[in-house]
């Protein structure tokens, strides 16, 4: 298993391919999605429910989406940016925590 830094390079380089690399969505459109902000309906309110509450994602919420214009590979690419954007802010919120507590303990001591 890789080391915390290690973990850390992997994440960024996902993070990093997924905004930046090849793709049929626009930079500035996978970005939006990654952040969970900045998007038009109907692709806001699926790049949203993928972040927040994908359980209650819908065949017409895709559909919306493909009306106003979007590909398939266009959508698909928009919500991985959507799930791995809203576990980045998890993620980065744990390790915020962790720290929290590791300076606390060592402040008790």
Known sequence: ?????GKR???QALVDRILHGDGSASVQ???QAFRN????????????KVAT???LVTDADFTAAEKAGL????????????????S???YE?????LATAAAADGEAR
Do not use: K, N
């Open 1 to 5: 298993m890789p080391d915390e830094d």
């Open 9 to 11: 390079a992997l994440h």
């Open 29 to 31: 459109q996978r970005a």
């Open 37 to 48: 902000e900045g998007l038009s309906p109907p692709l806001s309110t699926l790049v949203s």
């Open 53 to 55: 509450s994908p359980a």
């Open 71 to 86: 590909s398939e590979d266009q959508l698909f690419e928009l919500v991985i940016c959507a799930a791995v954007g809203h």
């Open 88 to 90: 980045t802010r998890l």
């Open 93 to 97: 919120a744990g390790l915020a925590a």
